[in-house]
């Protein structure tokens, strides 16, 4: 595995593993904040994608934001990738030696972030991450647990486009994918104000207090990117304590 962001960029840019790097414009490896909870995985960039080196800025990338944003979920705030990073000639799918060349691109990204939940956007994101034996028709808005990171299978959005009645369907998954945030958020936030109250009330000696609140700190590293202050807070306080 690539273990910087800066290795995986030039690892990304400079790569030739495979015959998609033939016609591409731009290697399209990310968007979006690299500290986020939940991550987003397609099938690969399209033509608006290989022009501008940034996924989901078509058509189908529009209509996520729109989805995005309507279920309360701010796509800066997520982290986007794709299966493979060049652009399949007419936007077929990815076939199977495109992907695995791709492979240790995409699970370095996801070592690198560390995301609590990723949403599988279509069938090739689903089968490529969690097996062949999955559909996405089937499998879509159900989560699926798997080395401490919960999935979530939609449609991809491109689907959509295609196929109008989906869209409930895609709205009712993330409506889902957003509860979920809503209760990390909910327990960084709970974490936040009991350390905030022990810190204020000043119980116990200053070894105790530093031991506690270091083994609270170990347990709530769901809390990183914007759900961050208890973390921040925390050093501060054991930073002050330990002076």
Not at 87 to 114: F, G, H, M, T, W
Not at 132 to 149: F, L, N
Not at 153 to 176: G, Q, S, V, Y
Request: contains cysteine; glycine residues 8%.
């Amino acid at each position: 595995m690539i273990n910087s962001w800066e290795k995986l960029e030039l690892a990304c840019k400079n790569c030739n593993k495979c015959k998609l790097c033939q016609g591409r414009h731009n290697v399209v490896i990310e968007d979006g904040n690299r500290s986020a909870q939940v991550m987003f995985i397609g099938e690969g960039p399209g033509a608006d994608e290989d022009m501008t080196g940034i996924p989901f800025v078509g058509k189908a990338g529009k209509l996520m934001n729109m989805a995005l944003a309507g279920v309360g979920i701010k796509r800066q705030e997520v982290y986007i990738a794709n299966v493979v990073k060049c652009r399949p000639p007419n936007n077929r799918n990815p076939e199977k030696d495109e992907a695995e060349a791709c492979q240790e691109y995409l699970q370095s990204q996801i070592n690198l972030v560390k995301p609590k939940i990723i949403v599988l956007l279509g069938s090739v994101a689903l089968k490529n991450m969690l097996g062949e034996e999955y559909g996405i028709t089937r499998a879509r808005g159900k989560w699926i647990e798997k080395a401490g990171i919960r999935y979530m299978p939609t449609f991809h959005p491109a689907a959509l486009l295609r196929d109008e009645n989906k869209k409930i369907d895609f709205w009712k998954d993330l409506k889902i994918v957003k509860e979920e945030i809503d209760k990390l958020w909910f327990m960084c936030e709970m974490h936040y104000k009991l350390i905030i109250h022990f810190d204020d009330v000043g119980t116990g000696s200053k070894p105790v207090r530093i031991k506690t609140y270091i083994y609270i700190l170990k347990n709530i590293e769901k809390c990183r990117g914007d759900f961050n202050r208890p973390q921040i807070k925390l050093k501060i306080i054991i930073n002050n304590l330990v002076q």
